[in-house]
């Protein structure tokens, strides 16, 4: 398994500010991964942070709305830029670990913008 | 592209009892993973289990087992003997195989929220 930890655990935010949440692993990961879970939905991969490149980000998602930062091999950040009440979520992070890459998952951090 | 389709949005079962939750799948690819996650209430994402495509045998993990059937692009997750910590949303999630490097990334299905009822 690993240890991820994430920070902040949540947070209430005022519409058209950013927040940046931190993601912190225990041993040192290629790739690193950053999902959002909005109110009773399931998880939607935001974006794949590799270590000294850009992050890749998946349909839906831009890199002015949710800048990713990863300067080493156990930490990335993810930003929400200019949020609104539709950013309302719970973000994760998550690393592959084993022979078969399996995902281990952050305990989240949850969103609230007013 | 993958998909994965969880049918039931919500189920109910007695404790002790066993309890099965579908999943289907849709890809092209013949090397992958498939895996069922739980989320309690506290959010905490866990695996519960793991299944590889190139694997006939069905994979167990004390309570918890798999009916996998490739032709069908099946994957139902049954528990035994529920108990009351069982409670939660679970996730069918699929990943395409180790092979293709850098495609690790999970595909969710929408989930089914399992209330164990004492």
């Known amino acids: 398994s690993a240890v991820i930890s994430q920070k902040p655990s949540r947070d209430i935010c005022q519409r058209g500010t950013s927040l940046t949440i931190q993601c912190q692993v225990d041993?040192?990961?290629?790739?690193m991964f950053w999902y959002r879970q909005q109110p009773g939905q399931s998880l939607t991969l935001i974006a794949t942070?590799?270590?000294?490149?850009?992050?890749?980000?998946e349909s839906g998602f831009v890199i002015d709305k949710f800048p990713i930062s990863r300067p080493n091999l156990t930490f990335s950040t993810l930003t929400v830029s200019n949020m609104s009440p539709e950013d309302s979520s719970i973000y994760l992070c998550s690393v592959g670990r084993g022979p078969y890459n399996e995902q281990f998952f952050g305990p989240g951090t949850r969103l609230t913008v007013l | 592209a993958q998909t994965v389709t969880q049918s039931q949005p919500e189920m109910s079962v007695q404790e002790a009892e066993t309890v099965t939750l579908s999943c289907t799948y849709d890809t092209s690819e013949n090397n992958y993973y498939l895996f069922w996650y739980k989320q309690p209430p506290s959010r905490q994402m866990i695996l519960v289990i793991r299944?590889?495509?190139?694997?006939?045998q069905n994979a167990t993990e004390n309570r918890f087992s798999v009916n996998f059937q490739k032709a069908a692009k099946s994957f139902s997750l049954k528990i035994s003997d529920s108990q009351l910590g069982d409670t939660a949303m679970y996730f069918c999630?699929?990943?395409?195989?180790?092979?293709?490097?850098?495609?690790?990334?999970?595909?969710f299905g929408t989930g089914t929220r399992l209330t164990i009822i004492p």
């Open positions: 999630a699929f990943m395409m195989g180790i092979s293709n490097f850098g495609n690790e990334k999970l595909t």
């Open positions: 041993s040192q990961v290629t790739m």
């Open positions: 942070a590799n270590q000294g490149s850009e992050a890749t980000y």
């Open positions: 299944q590889e495509a190139y694997k006939q």
